[in-house]
C-alpha cells in the first residue's frame, strides 16, 4: 500500500512538471537578466502617478508572455 501511495504522489509530481513546463516555460539566464532591464526601462517611461507595484506585475507579465510565444527580439 506505500507503495501505490507512492506512485500515486510521484505520478501527480510529473504530472505538475509538466503542467509547469506548458504554463511556465524555462528561460536562460541571460534572457532573464534582458528581460528585466526591459521592465526596469518600460517603468520609466510610466507616468508617476501610474507606477505602483500593479502596474508593474502587468508589464512584468505582458513581457513574460511574449517571451514565452518567442517574441524576444528587441528594436535597435
Request: glycine share 6%.
Amino acid at each position: 500500500m506505500g507503495r501505490e501511495k507512492s506512485g500515486a504522489i510521484e505520478s501527480v509530481g510529473e504530472t505538475q512538471v509538466a503542467i509547469r513546463r506548458v504554463i511556465m516555460p524555462a528561460f536562460s539566464p541571460a534572457l532573464i537578466t534582458i528581460m528585466r532591464s526591459v521592465l526596469e526601462d518600460a517603468m520609466t517611461k510610466v507616468p508617476a502617478d501610474q507606477a505602483t507595484t500593479v502596474t508593474k506585475a502587468y508589464l512584468a507579465e505582458f513581457i513574460l508572455k511574449a517571451a514565452a510565444g518567442g517574441l524576444t527580439a528587441t528594436r535597435a
